[in-house]
Structure formats: C-alpha cells, structure tokens
C-alpha cells in the first residue's frame, strides 16, 4: 500500500525561541519589534533558558487570544504546529518565573508600539474632515487574591462588599475601526474622569472627542479641550448653562470655564408598528459655527459614541468570555492587561487590512468573532508567522473576514439593558420582546430657553 506524506516547512525561530508567536498576528507584532522593546526595558535574558524573554512576552499575547486556557496549555498550543521543532515543555513554575522576570514594562511599550488609529482609507471612520474617537471607562475583574486586595478594592453594596477586585480602565477608541489609541487603568476606587484625564497626550487637533454625560466635567472639558481635539459630549438636560449668544438654528453658545460651547437641544423620536417613543438629549460641543457643523448631523454622530462600548463588550465578552483575569498579583494584572489590548489591537489591525482592501467596505461590518476564531486557528498551527517576498495584507484572518462580512447596522429599537444582572430576580430577559420591526428615527432641534 502507498502512503502518502505532507510536509510543511513554517517559518519560525530557532530552538528555545521557536515556541514565539502568535500565528498569523506574529507579522503585526513581529520578532524585531519584541526584541526592540525587550532591549529598551533591559528585559533581555542573561542566559537562554527554556523559556527566553521573547517567548514570554509571545506567550502573554497567546494567553489572552486563549483566554480559557491555563499557560501550560497555551504553550501547548503554541507549538502544537512547529513537529519537531518543539523544545521541551516547560513547568507550570517555569512560565510563572519566566513571566515574573519579565514584569510589565515591556508589554506596555509593546502597547505604544502597537496603539493610534488603524490606518483606512474608510470615509466612515471621519466626519467632516475630524477623525471620530470616543472615550469610556469600563471594570474588569481580577483574582480575589492577598496581594490584589492590597491594591484592588471590590465593589461596596448594602451588604459590605462582595465579588471580585475591580479594575477601572479607560480607553481611547478610534470610531469605525474600534482601535485602541490610547489607555489607562488602576484601582476602581480612582474614578473614570481621572483616568480619562491622563489620556489627553493621545488627544491632538484633527480629533472629534464623543463622551457620555458622565465626562461632563467642567474642569475635564477644558483640558480636553486644550489639547486642539473638538468635543461633542451629552450633559444632564437640567444642567444650567447661561447663553452668551444664541445661533440661528436654535443652539446657543454657553462658557464652561474659559471654554466656550455650544449647546445642542434635541428630540428623538423612534416609530415603529409596535408604537413611538421619545426621548430629549441635550450635546455640548467645541464646533460652534452652525454652518460648517449642522446640529442635526452632529445629533446623529454622537450615536457613534457607543463604539467604545462594542469595543469593551469584544474585550470583556468575546475575548475573555466574561471571566476574570489570571493574575494574583497587581504587577502580574498590569502585564496581563497590557498584552490583552495589544492583542485586540493586533486582531482590529488585521481587519481594518482586510476590509480597506474592498474599497468602499465599512469597517463596522468586520466580525470581531470570526477573527479571533481564524487568529487561534493560525496560532495553533503556527501559519503565516513570517510573510512571503510577496506581502499578502489581507491574510487567512483577512479572508476569513471578508468571507463572513456582518449586514450593514440595523437601526436600535429596543432599550438597552443589563443582561446579566446580579440577581436572577432582576433579570429582564425573559419579558424582553425580541421581535424585529421597522423603524424610523426622526431628529427635531428645539430652541429652549436655559
């Protein structure tokens, strides 16, 4: 009988270091630009051991596209695609000591290696000229261990506190393409407003900043604003802003400190067969020439705010499931969260690559889901590490996109709630009417004396 044999040669580094990769991502976060970082935080190892610096750092990336798995079985997978290239299988002691030498700094400045707007030249992703990011806050939890209790509170409630320690982290995403521009994060006794403080350095003119009524802040406002970035950001509607001058399209001009705003009032109306609902926002902004910057367009903008809340709901609850972080320690928890959102940033850089490659396709109809699921596949079989003389943009992650492309976004009639609630009693789910109708959303400026 004849047997045939399949050979495949794959591109990957030599001995001890071969286990370092993330598949087809490895060409978005290559060897050199690890190396590079590894060198500028003097994280290089003294001597080669089995699990070198290069790996480790591969390995934390690895671990949060595998987010289920302990780190003996991601190194597992890591070489499951490497045959006989694979070096002997480390501890479990091992990967914890590899990544203990390794520390945080190095996958923080991987993370400002990796961060900004992806590069599209996708007109959704701009308004008017102005680059639309959006900023929000959000927690993630961690291990109830000793030393994370010492820096990580858990949440109070009528009854002490209870769950797990928390994380708040704020981050900076560019609209459309959900990339990651900037991030900072810390105990969740420290609120979001500070921490959205410390991202005005990724803040520059050419920007359009949207944010929920919580960064409504006078004082946070005008060092956003001071940064040259454009503002558009809700307010509560009973809050009282003096009119200096009033615009003929029935906004007014109002000073929050030494900057001046203009304040937007509107009514949105949803019908459907199912009946009408209504509901009054009130926006501030930085673009007060009404007619280079239309009230009604910049109503329906702000909409585009809830990017940043897609793009925490891809972190939290596809990337990791809804679990909680591996680490026990807060240095451990910093470096874990650092290589999640490099890896997420890796995953939306690919498929902002694949859709700019169909000229006229919205990043928005990118399916996060089907990325990560071809970007485990990729790791598991070591493919695509290293590219050919021909470089391929799009990739097996790429065509995987483009095949399963989501529908253009439907219009939102339902009200948006906690589908996981704390307590089974509260849960809304059950008497949630999940028939899908047609809607039309009207938008009605109104002038309303402040």
């Not at 996708?122 to 030393?147: C, I």
Request: glycine fraction near 8%; proline fraction near 5%; include cysteine.
């Amino acid at each position: 009988m004849e047997q045939a044999a399949i050979t495949r040669t794959a591109g990957v580094a030599d001995g001890a270091f071969a286990p370092g990769h993330i598949g087809e991502l490895t060409r978005i976060v290559p060897f050199e630009m690890v190396d590079e970082v590894l060198a500028e935080t003097k994280r290089v190892q003294q001597r080669v051991r089995l699990v070198p610096a290069r790996v480790t750092v591969y390995l934390l990336l690895a671990g949060a596209l595998l987010a289920g798995l302990g780190y003996r079985q991601v190194f597992d997978r890591m070489c499951a695609g490497l045959a006989d290239l694979a070096p002997a299988r480390p501890s479990g002691s091992a990967l914890r000591q590899a990544r203990q030498r390794l520390g945080a700094a190095p996958m923080k400045a991987l993370f400002d290696l990796v961060r900004g707007p992806a590069a599209t030249t996708a007109v959704q992703t701009r308004w008017r000229g102005l680059l639309v990011v959006a900023v929000d806050g959000t927690l993630l939890p961690v291990p109830d261990a000793a030393a994370n209790l010492a820096v990580f509170a858990k949440q109070r409630c009528n009854h002490g506190s209870g769950g797990y320690p928390q994380v708040r982290l704020a981050a900076l995403v560019a609209c459309g393409t959900r990339s990651v521009i900037g991030a900072a994060f810390g105990p969740a006794t420290t609120g979001e407003l500070e921490y959205a403080g410390r991202l005005t350095g990724d803040l520059r003119a050419g920007m359009l900043l949207l944010a929920d009524r919580n960064f409504a802040a006078a004082g946070l406002l005008n060092r956003l604003a001071a940064t040259g970035a454009h503002l558009l950001v809700r307010c509560k509607s009973g809050r009282k802003l003096p009119p200096v001058a009033r615009c003929r399209d029935g906004s007014f001009l109002a000073r929050l400190g030494a900057l001046t705003v203009r304040v937007i009032e509107a009514e949105i109306s949803i019908v459907t067969s199912k009946g009408a609902r209504t509901g009054h926002y009130r926006l501030l902004t930085t673009l007060t020439d009404p007619s280079a910057h239309p009230a009604a367009e910049l109503v329906r903008l702000y909409h585009e705010r809830w990017e940043v809340e897609t793009a925490y709901a891809e972190l939290k609850s596809t990337i990791l499931q809804g679990r909680v972080l591996r680490a026990r320690t807060p240095t451990g928890v910093e470096q874990e969260i650092w290589a999640l959102l490099v890896t997420y940033q890796a995953l939306r850089t690919a498929m902002t690559d694949a859709t700019d490659s169909v000229p006229g396709t919205d990043p928005d109809r990118a399916g996060f889901t089907v990325a990560l699921s071809a970007a485990r596949d990729q790791l598991i079989l070591a493919a695509g590490i290293i590219a050919d003389t021909v470089i391929d943009l799009v990739g097996a992650i790429g065509r995987h996109v483009l095949a399963q492309l989501l529908p253009d976004r439907r219009v939102r009639t339902k009200d948006r709630i906690v589908k996981r609630a704390i307590s089974k009693y509260n849960a809304r789910g059950p008497a949630i009417d999940r028939a899908t109708y047609k809607a039309t959303i009207s938008i009605s400026m109104l002038t309303i004396d402040p």
